[in-house]
């Protein structure tokens, strides 16, 4: 019956053991820790919620469709299964379902502890917020679309290294003006060596 009972609260995420308690699959998402700045994986927890609960048909019919049994034959079965498990928690022992967890009773009422679920493949993740330093973006302000080193001279913000508009430093940047610059002491000297050989003649 274990094989049934974990297949059946895996398609249904619904699993009702009479006189019990009934089974519950619930979905955790993924979780953010601040302080660790680590992400954990989303997974699938198994909830038990002890309870005086009847027969699931569903359940029978399914086990019923499995082996190929009459559902006599199974309820029969399964009947004899959870009396098993009850003499055994009566009895102060621990039942375990396999692939589900383990029941125990204590004051008289049923306790469940799952089966632990291993991590290996679902390991928290790292998860640090990236910052571009002297990067520009695009930045949304009202109704204009502006740059953030536009925002960035609007707002009288100086930063260590200045940027270009293409993102870069000015260590970075190409030479927009040097040439004009060169070109312009070049001429200079031209003009001087000309006048200079003119006035020694």
Same mark, same amino acid.
């Given at each position: 019956?274990?094989?049934?009972?974990? $297949?059946?609260?895996?398609?249904?995420?619904? #699993?009702?053991?009479?006189?019990?308690?009934? =089974?519950? @699959?619930?979905?955790?998402?993924?979780?953010? *820790? =601040?302080?660790?700045?680590?992400?954990?994986?989303?997974?699938?927890?198994?909830? =038990? @919620?002890?309870?005086?609960?009847?027969?699931?048909?569903?359940?029978?019919?399914?086990?019923?469709?499995?082996?190929?049994? /009459?559902?006599?034959?199974?309820?029969?079965?399964?009947?004899?299964?959870?009396?098993?498990?009850?003499?055994?928690?009566? $009895?102060?022992? @621990?039942?375990? #379902?396999?692939?589900?967890?383990?029941?125990?009773?204590?004051?008289?009422?049923? *306790?469940?502890?799952?089966?632990?679920?291993?991590? &290996?493949?679902?390991?928290?993740?790292?998860?640090?917020?990236?910052?571009? *330093?002297?990067?520009?973006?695009?930045?949304?302000?009202?109704?204009?679309?502006? /740059?953030?080193?536009?925002?960035? /001279?609007? #707002?009288?913000?100086?930063?260590?290294?200045? &940027?270009?508009?293409?993102?870069?430093?000015?260590?970075?940047?190409?030479?927009?003006?040097?040439?004009? *610059?060169?070109?312009?002491?070049?001429?200079? +000297?031209? +003009?001087?060596?000309?006048?200079?050989?003119?006035? /020694?003649?």
């Amino acid at each position: 019956m274990h094989q049934y009972c974990l $297949s059946y609260l895996s398609l249904y995420k619904n #699993l009702v053991l009479p006189g019990l308690g009934s =089974f519950t @699959v619930e979905h955790k998402p993924a979780s953010l *820790q =601040f302080a660790d700045k680590t992400i954990d994986a989303p997974s699938k927890a198994i909830a =038990f @919620v002890p309870s005086n609960s009847l027969y699931d048909s569903g359940l029978v019919r399914y086990i019923a469709s499995c082996t190929g049994l /009459t559902i006599d034959e199974i309820t029969e079965q399964f009947s004899a299964f959870i009396n098993d498990m009850q003499a055994q928690l009566n $009895s102060g022992l @621990v039942f375990v #379902l396999h692939g589900i967890g383990s029941l125990s009773k204590q004051n008289e009422v049923v *306790q469940f502890k799952p089966l632990a679920a291993s991590g &290996l493949f679902f390991a928290p993740m790292a998860a640090q917020k990236v910052i571009r *330093q002297n990067a520009i973006h695009q930045v949304r302000v009202g109704e204009e679309d502006k /740059t953030s080193a536009e925002m960035h /001279t609007q #707002l009288g913000i100086v930063s260590d290294t200045a &940027l270009t508009e293409d993102g870069l430093t000015d260590d970075d940047a190409p030479p927009k003006e040097k040439w004009l *610059q060169h070109a312009l002491i070049l001429a200079a +000297i031209g +003009i001087a060596i000309i006048a200079l050989y003119f006035f /020694t003649r």
